[in-house]
């Protein structure tokens, strides 16, 4: 996930984030996340200037709400970013780097991911260092950033040699670089210096791929747990390595690391270091392991470990986490994502964690091809789209995936366990029903369920459920995997362990990958070299389209819409991309995307490119007021070669969403039903608009559709269990945006979920937020104080105060019925804080102290009488 933007959202005029990456500083023995950017200044004389923005964070950077400014470390003269190598750590391939910032004023150290962003990151850096523009005599022996390094095997000066001390435990960290190994050469053909005719070698040896490599099995250990908040109490051993050959790989998931409000609402937690020292400490006793990464979103996180022999072998490594929670933001549920090629063969490892409760099957289907869509991996050549989780060879895939028996009530399942009559249980199992649909895991398989449900225990016992709910037993842990020669050896629970409501699961593969035989690479790359010295490179490269004009009819707000269309190539091989128009900082509008905007092409093959249009709160106003219209060219270019035109049209339909307060106030027929004419004129009305005693028409004292939501709530969910914390349905978020841009609220049919879910987009779409941005410093300097506090939101404009009382009184409700929805002053603080008090654009940087003192503010209207 591209974290840039979030930074972005936070920068004042002529700043602008070139790039960013996530580390975590390292001060003694305190480990703190962080949020690295590197800005780049636009000085009035035409001149330019860098500086690193290191930001705390949320662990799902979206917005730039979700940010706090820690610091500013200028780029200068006396700056430099050094790869540090810790003494009595073993120097070999794999993930973290360590890297030393130094200026004349302070000194700190951070790890970073390995993997191309911090590849990218770095490189950037040094360009903007004075005087540095290139990577020479840069070297990783702590003189300057680490970069891309030559291929394992070749001559290398004795500087560069990685350093070989002896490591203090045998669960050894893989640091550095992704160099080049035996068993990806062509890896090295995707470096942009290669140019053309390289990338041709490189598709070509793709192509012959099983000229020149064999298939050859190793075994792997894919386990689960859902830990349910515990810190480990028992030694996993009994799960991860008793009566087993010695795995060559481990891909260990964990579910509910931490429950606590400040993981669920921010990213550090000590479970995470409590955990993967059990992990470690329970791998396989007779073989040594090296860490090859880990990544965790909240409370979901996965580990991978390769034998140490085996760690040469491993390259491309990239993680990514994708939160399918309220909003999609909040990381409580969603899933987590390891991907590395290993020999010849590229792996994808997802562990995640779906919507809970029996009903939620189809939140649960949502939430897999959230996934399955968003989860995206840098490639090694920045120029090539990014790697979807379908983009791999093989495929693991574990996690608490939620889903239930249906039909059965608790006692006949039980029943039906203690009989161990399994095969009838599992004819009700809601994946095995969403599968056998085709709604989830298509072409994915999972092993015969041998063994009783994983969920729900009495913790510290082998008992069910005796609480008040008295959950149903069902089989919530799994394992499936999707790929070609993969066997399946056990898939098991392990009943011994009992620290959590959850029974661990595993699963071990013999899994069959592609290593190189270096005698056939050889002679491949020979082979291809040859012929392409005989092609002709000098012919000019066309291409033909399939369609150049793309009409978009009724768009609406948060409703994607694609339009695909064929690129074939001629006889010459060509780079295509879609580039800038003249004066345009992209090379489409924002509700627009093309996907992929670059490529490469063969002679006489071909490309499909979707256009995909979506509107959403950045958009959505200007589409509103008629000041952007559904309408662009793009310019489609061909290296060497020449330029495409496209055209694209369509006409969006007005929502409330992303409409200002005051306009809908004077809309008292639904936004659709009005004139563009009407509209436009509203929505471009100054804020203030009723103040000055000017009456247009006779307007309500708040938008209907915020009152159709909220009275809806009200009347329905004061009680509902996570309410503002469970996301609802996409479906259902369309239908109820229908209904209010439509006033045809008596069709309004969605859950309490969803509803909610749409009140928190709708605010969070509003262009002025409910406290005006005018008044955001002065909230900030009188938190603490709630008389100055209420004097402030009476300053508000008479819509604006209107909305925020109104929003106020609905929220006091929900805590009258605390004992039944488990929502606290807190929870709500922390979820309508940074909707309703949003920074102003292009001010100064939230840091964490106002981010705290802007829950504070919203906190008082909550505890005290209004």
Avoid at 208 to 229: C, H
Avoid at 316 to 323: C, H, K, L, P, S
Wanted: with cysteine; charged share 25%.
């Amino acid at each position: 996930m591209d974290q840039s933007v979030a930074i972005q959202e936070t920068l004042a005029e002529r700043e602008y984030c070139v790039i960013a990456v996530q580390g975590v500083l390292c001060e003694g023995d305190s480990r703190q996340s962080r949020l690295l950017g590197l800005v780049r200044y636009h000085l009035e004389h035409g001149g330019q200037e860098h500086a690193l923005f290191l930001y705390t964070h949320r662990r799902m950077a979206i917005t730039g709400d979700d940010v706090s400014l820690d610091q500013i470390v200028p780029v200068s003269r006396d700056f430099t970013l050094e790869e540090v190598s810790p003494d009595g750590e073993l120097y070999i391939l794999g993930s973290d780097v360590t890297v030393q910032l130094d200026t004349g004023e302070l000194s700190l150290v951070f790890q970073l991911p390995f993997g191309s962003q911090t590849r990218m990151f770095l490189h950037e850096v040094a360009r903007a260092c004075p005087g540095g523009s290139n990577f020479d005599g840069l070297r990783p022996n702590g003189k300057g950033v680490p970069m891309d390094q030559s291929s394992r095997g070749q001559d290398k000066p004795e500087s560069l040699q990685p350093r070989q001390n002896k490591s203090k435990s045998e669960i050894i960290d893989m640091v550095r670089s992704s160099t080049i190994t035996v068993s990806d050469k062509a890896h090295i053909l995707s470096m942009q210096k290669f140019g053309l005719r390289d990338t041709i070698v490189k598709s070509h040896l793709l192509q012959k791929e099983e000229d020149y490599t064999y298939i050859q099995n190793f075994r792997f250990f894919v386990g689960t747990y859902n830990v349910n908040g515990q810190s480990p109490k028992e030694c996993l051993r009994l799960w991860l390595s008793n009566g087993i050959q010695a795995p060559d790989v481990y891909c260990v998931g964990f579910q509910e690391l931490d429950l606590s409000k400040e993981a669920f609402f921010f990213h550090d937690t000590p479970k995470e270091e409590e955990w993967f020292k059990a992990v470690s400490e329970g791998l396989h006793p007779d073989v040594k392991y090296a860490k090859v990464k880990l990544i965790r979103l909240v409370g979901i996180m996965l580990l991978l470990y390769v034998k140490q022999e085996h760690a040469a072998y491993i390259s491309e490594v990239e993680a990514e986490t994708v939160g399918t929670g309220i909003m999609g933001r909040m990381g409580n549920k969603g899933g987590v994502a390891i991907r590395f090629q290993f020999h010849n063969t590229s792996i994808c490892v997802v562990n995640s964690h779906l919507a809970a409760h029996i009903e939620e099957y189809e939140r649960r289907n949502q939430d897999y091809k959230d996934i399955c869509s968003r989860m995206q991996f840098c490639q090694p050549d920045p120029s090539l789209p990014p790697l979807t989780i379908s983009n791999h060879d093989v495929i693991l895939w574990l996690g608490d995936l939620n889903y239930r028996i249906e039909e059965l009530d608790v006692e006949k399942v039980k029943k039906l366990i203690e009989e161990k009559d399994f095969q009838v249980l599992y004819a009700y199992d809601q994946l095995k029903i969403q599968v056998a649909a085709k709604t989830v895991f298509e072409g994915f398989t999972e092993g015969e369920l041998t063994f009783q449900p994983t969920y729900k225990y009495d913790t510290g016992s082998d008992d069910w459920d005796t609480s008040e709910k008295c959950r149903a037993p069902a089989w919530c842990d799994r394992i499936l995997w999707k790929g070609k020669n993969i066997t399946q050896l056990s898939y098991q629970s392990h009943m011994a362990l009992k620290t959590s409501d959850h029974k661990p699961v595993s699963s071990v593969f013999d899994i069959g990958v592609r290593v190189v035989n270096d005698e056939l690479y050889r002679k491949t790359l020979e082979e291809i070299v040859r012929s392409l010295d005989k092609m002709e490179n000098a012919n000019i490269p066309s291409v033909s389209l399939s369609k150049r004009e793309f009409c978009f009819q009724n768009v609406k707000y948060m409703q994607l819409k694609v339009e695909s269309f064929t690129i074939h190539n001629g006889q010459v091989p060509c780079h295509f991309e879609f580039i800038n128009k003249p004066d345009e900082e992209s090379y489409c509008k924002q509700w627009l995307n093309a996907n992929p905007s670059r490529g490469f092409l063969l002679p006489d093959s071909d490309v499909e490119i979707e256009l995909e249009l979506f509107v959403n709160k950045t958009t959505a106003t200007k589409l509103n007021s008629g000041e952007d219209k559904i309408e662009d060219i793009l310019v489609l270019h061909l290296d060497r070669g020449k330029d495409y035109f496209l055209s694209v049209s369509g006409n969006y339909l007005p929502s409330c969403f992303g409409s200002p307060i005051h306009t809908l106030c004077y809309m008292r027929e639904p936004i659709l039903d009005l004139p563009l004419e009407t509209i436009s004129e509203l929505t471009l009305m100054p804020v203030w608009t009723g103040d000055d005693g000017s009456q247009l028409e006779s307007p309500m004292e708040i938008p209907k559709e915020l009152w159709m939501m909220v009275d809806y709530l009200y009347r329905n969910a004061v009680q509902q269990e996570d309410l503002f914390q469970q996301p609802g349905l996409r479906s259902e978020f369309e239908h109820i945006r229908d209904c209010l841009d439509t006033g045809m609220i008596d069709n309004l049919s969605a859950s309490n979920h969803s509803v909610a879910e749409a009140l928190l987009l709708f605010l969070e779409s509003l262009p002025e937020p409910v406290i005006c941005y005018s008044t955001y410093h002065n909230c900030l300097e009188c938190s603490g104080n709630y008389t100055a506090s209420k004097q402030v939101i009476s300053t508000l404009p008479i819509f604006h105060k209107n909305v925020f009382h109104y929003l106020m009184a609905f929220l006091r409700e929900l805590l009258k019925n605390s004992a039944k929805n488990h929502l606290d002053e807190n929870i709500l603080a922390s979820i309508f804080g940074s909707l309703l008090l949003r920074n102003p654009a292009g001010h100064q940087k939230l840091d964490m102290t106002e981010k705290k003192k802007a829950q504070e503010f919203i906190h008082q209207f909550l505890c005290n009488p209004l």
